[in-house]
């Protein structure tokens, strides 16, 4: 059967300018880091990325290395593309990073010109693609020179293969100057993708203003924590769970009584705001003007309907906010 999207996918999606850009993304994007490899179900797989698409999740984030086994993820993706986007590629914006360990030998990690050019070409080919919208670097590499890494991202975008460049898990510092650097190449960084969190809130002691002022979007990865912040682990550590599998980045051991403590209080202001814990996490990241969009993962549709309706929901009072701190200090 073709697949045919939803006619009313724009209507309820809210799309946020990112930065001083003409880009806006949907406050809530898909992210294929776990759950999209060759041992996970294509079929599922399919089910989800198309969902998405029919709630109006138009940008969908992925990396060279996602899996397992490491490009699988893109390889996947590139065939659902193929089998069911491709009349609508333009409707969709797709990112993918270079940064980390992908192939053995000194080029293949990190941030050489080298790797970053032949690692996004191998992503064009798994996925089909003669560009991506968004290549990030995606990390810093204290070895290379930040001139070198961002003139690749400058060169890639000039000769087509790439519509914007970005950067992820860069610290004040190296922001500041990446976005001078960039700038002054005639290639301005479109969009920083921090780790941020309920649990993990470095960004809010100066990135999230340095983004604002330099108008440069920001886009969290890990809203929910792996998970954490969900119902998921309220009981304990449920069978198919990121925490459940040898692959998964969630250890059994990060997830602590006094942990669990914490979710579980926080998961008692979801309920009074009418909301699941996970959709209420989502809100809180996205309550700073400085964010364009949350990636989220999900294991099967019904995530992704959820973390749609926690559109529905976006403000928080000033008793709200202060409770949520008052447990995350304890």
């Known amino acids: ?16 300018r990112c930065g001083r850009s003409g880009i806006q993304l949907p406050a809530i994007s898909l992210g294929l880091w776990h759950n999209f490899g060759d041992v996970d ?3 599922i797989n399919r ?27 893109e390889q996947n993706f590139g065939r659902i593309l193929q089998a069911d986007l491709q009349a609508h590629r333009d409707e969709l914006i797709i990112s993918s990073k270079a940064g980390y360990t992908m192939w053995d030998g000194p080029y293949g990690d990190w941030g050489s010109r080298k790797y970053l050019v032949a690692s996004l070409d191998q992503s064009l080919r798994r996925m089909g693609l003669d560009c ?6 995606h ?25 914007y460049a970005g950067v992820s898990n860069y610290r004040p510092a190296e ?35 340095l983004l604002a002022a330099e108008g440069v979007g920001c886009i969290a990865f890990s809203p929910l924590a792996q998970g954490l912040l969900t119902d998921k682990y309220l009981s304990g550590i449920p069978a198919g769970s990121r925490a459940s599998k040898a692959h998964g980045f969630l250890k059994p051991a990060q997830i602590t009584e006094g942990t669990l403590s914490k979710v579980r209080r926080l998961n008692e202001i979801a309920k009074s705001r009418g909301q699941k814990l996970a959709q209420m996490a989502l809100a809180w990241v996205l309550r700073d003007k400085a964010m364009t969009s949350v990636v989220i993962g999900a294991s099967r ?16 009072s000033t008793e709200e906010l202060c409770s949520i701190d008052e447990i995350l200090k304890t």
Not at 132 to 137: E, L, R
Request: charged residues 25%.
């Open 132 to 137: 991506v919208d968004i290549f990030y670097h």
């Open 139 to 163: 990390r810093p590499d204290p070895q290379t020179p930040l001139e070198e890494s961002l003139g690749a991202l400058d060169s890639i975008v000039r000769s087509g293969k790439a519509l």
């Open 175 to 209: 922001m500041r100057e990446a976005i001078k650097i960039l700038r002054g190449l005639g290639t301005p960084c479109l969009i920083h993708q921090p780790k941020y969190s309920m649990f993990e809130r470095w960004v809010e002691d100066e990135l999230l203003d």
């Open 1 to 16: 059967m073709n697949y045919q999207p939803a006619q009313s996918r724009y209507q309820s999606m809210r799309y946020n």
């Open 301 to 316: 549709t019904e995530h992704i309907d959820d973390a749609a309706a926690a559109l529905d929901r976006l403000q928080f």
């Open 47 to 73: 089910s989800m990325v198309l969902r998405a698409f029919d709630l109006g999740i138009t940008h969908f984030d992925l990396a060279n290395n996602y899996g397992p086994p490491p490009g699988s993820a």
């Open 41 to 43: 179900d294509f079929e």
